[in-house]
C-alpha cells in the first residue's frame, strides 16, 4: 500500500523467550476494579457493571525506560496493573469460554494525568487526555499463558524510589479476567493484539521527576522505569 504521508511502525511488545514480538493494536483500562482502590477515589466498592477508558497502541513503553516527565501535568499518579494480551477474538464471548483468546499476561503502568482527569471529571467532561497521554503505558515483555497458566492471585505492588506506595493481590479484584473480557467483549468485538490493563490496588499516587518507580505482578515480572 502506498501511502501519502510515511507510515508508522505497528507498536509491538517482546515476548519472554520468543525472538517474535507482540504487535498491539487496542488498548484498554478497566476502571476501578479493586474495592479499597474504588474507595480512595471516592467511588463506591459495590459491584456494579465495570467500565473502561483507553489509551492509543503507541503509548506503550518498556521496562527500563527513562521517560521524560508528561507535560500539562503536576500531579502524574502511578497505578500498577496486570495486563493480559489476546491472541484471538470475537464479540459477546462467554466467561467460560473467554480465555481461549489469552495468549499471555504482562507487568503494566497506567500512568495517569490526575490532575486532568480530575478536572475532567468535575466537568463532566472525557478523560482522555488524563489517561491516553504519550508513553502512559510502560510494560515488561509478555510472558505467554502456556507458560505460566492464568495468574488469578498473588502479589501486586508499586515501589517509588524503594518505598511500597501500592500492595494488594490479584484476587482482589472484583471482576476476575474472565468476567471482565466477557464484559468487554459484549461493548466491542475482540481482537486479536489488543491488551487490557485490568486495574490498579489502593495506595496510588504522585510520581515527579528523578523518582525511579518499580513495580511486579507474582508470576508474571517486574517493572521498573524512571522519570528525568
Known amino acids: 500500500m ?11 511488545i517482546p515476548v519472554a523467550g520468543e525472538s517474535g514480538r507482540f504487535p498491539v493494536r487496542r488498548i484498554y483500562c478497566v476502571g476501578r ?23 492509543p497502541a503507541d503509548a506503550i513503553v518498556m ?17 500498577i496493573e496486570l495486563v ?5 477474538g470475537g464479540a459477546n464471548v462467554p466467561a467460560d469460554k473467554v480465555m481461549d483468546l489469552v495468549y499471555g499476561y504482562a507487568t503494566g503502568l497506567d500512568m495517569t494525568r490526575r490532575d486532568l482527569q480530575n478536572a ?3 466537568g463532566g467532561k472525557p478523560w482522555d487526555m488524563g489517561k491516553g497521554f504519550d508513553r502512559s503505558a510502560p510494560i515488561t515483555a509478555i510472558q505467554p ?18 518505598k511500597t506506595k501500592q500492595s494488594g493481590d490479584l484476587a482482589d479484584m472484583i471482576w476476575s ?8 467483549s459484549g461493548l466491542v468485538e475482540l481482537q486479536p493484539g489488543d491488551l487490557v490493563f485490568t486495574g490498579t490496588p489502593e495506595g496510588v499516587g504522585p510520581v515527579v521527576s528523578g523518582d525511579l518507580v518499580e513495580g511486579h505482578v507474582e508470576g508474571v515480572g517486574d517493572l521498573a522505569i524512571r522519570y528525568a
Not at 474495592?35 to 473502561?52: I, K, L, S, W, Y
Not at 499463558?145 to 524503594?162: D, E, L, Y
Open 2 to 12: 502506498s501511502t501519502v504521508i510515511p507510515a508508522w511502525s505497528i507498536p509491538s
Open 33 to 55: 476494579n479493586y474495592a479499597a482502590h474504588t474507595r480512595e477515589m471516592g467511588g463506591d466498592p459495590t459491584r456494579e457493571d465495570p467500565f473502561f477508558l483507553m489509551k
Open 63 to 79: 521496562h527500563g525506560t527513562t521517560l521524560p516527565y508528561p507535560q500539562a501535568t503536576r500531579n502524574l499518579h502511578h497505578e
Open 84 to 88: 493480559v494480551a489476546l491472541k484471538g
Open 120 to 122: 475532567a471529571k468535575a
Open 145 to 162: 499463558a502456556s507458560r505460566i497458566g492464568h495468574p488469578s492471585k498473588g502479589a501486586i505492588w508499586v515501589k517509588v524510589n524503594g
Open 177 to 184: 479476567v474472565p468476567e471482565t473480557l466477557a464484559y468487554l
